[in-house]
């Protein structure tokens, strides 16, 4: 039977970095941020937010920037997307999931792994950290973003010693080659256990 491992941490921490180096060592890797972007632009899902948010349409597709704005500072309407979002990323997931069946681990990445209870799913979990400032840095670079708007959304995620207390492993994401030899040997241990 495949293990499901379960991939998390706090933006900025470089959880998807990891799972990509995973991926990139042979282990399939489900991105559920990724898949729930997609899934975002589904026309039935659209609706739903729409009728939800009253967020506008730009180009047939949400105004992902609109959204953002709305539900990252504002924890009980990130509850109501989420409650929107999740079921659909779940059943694609478990679809993925179904494919990979020849695979003794997969691992899903998940920003939310918690928060949305998907952990319960997991085999084993590994929490990617980093400081706090490199997290900042790295989401400034990435998402042009202001300093305010990523500590907003820390601020509504779960702590790093919250994950870590969940977690059977966790990644220290001070350095990069150095995070890449502990998510090796995090899988050396997953294999062989």
């Known amino acids: 039977m495949t293990k499901i491992i379960g991939l998390t941490g706090g933006i900025g921490s470089g959880k998807t970095t ?10 399939p890797v489900y991105i559920a ?3 729930a972007k997609k899934i975002i632009d589904e026309a039935s899902i659209q609706q739903q937010i729409v009728k939800t948010f009253g967020v506008e349409l730009v180009d047939n597709k949400i105004d992902r920037k609109q959204l953002a704005n709305l ?11 989420n409650e929107i979002v999740h079921p659909a990323v779940k059943a694609h997931f478990e679809s993925w999931l179904s494919s990979q069946q020849n695979c003794p681990i ?3 990445e998940a920003a939310i792994l918690f928060e949305s209870g998907s952990y319960k799913d997991c085999d084993k979990i590994i929490t990617v950290i980093a400081p706090l400032e490199s997290r900042i840095e790295r989401v400034l670079l990435r998402d042009q973003t202001s300093r305010e708007a990523i500590l907003s959304r820390i601020n509504n995620q779960w702590t790093d010693p ?5 977690s059977d492993y966790v990644i220290e994401n001070r350095e990069l080659t150095s995070a890449k030899i502990q998510a090796e040997e995090i899988l050396k241990k997953l294999q062989n256990p």
């Open 18 to 27: 990891i799972a990509k180096h995973f991926k990139s060592l042979g282990i």
């Open 33 to 35: 941020d990724d898949e």
């Open 71 to 81: 539900v990252f500072s504002n924890p009980e309407k990130l509850s109501l997307l």
């Open 106 to 108: 997969i691992i899903k």
């Open 162 to 166: 919250m994950r870590i207390a969940k």
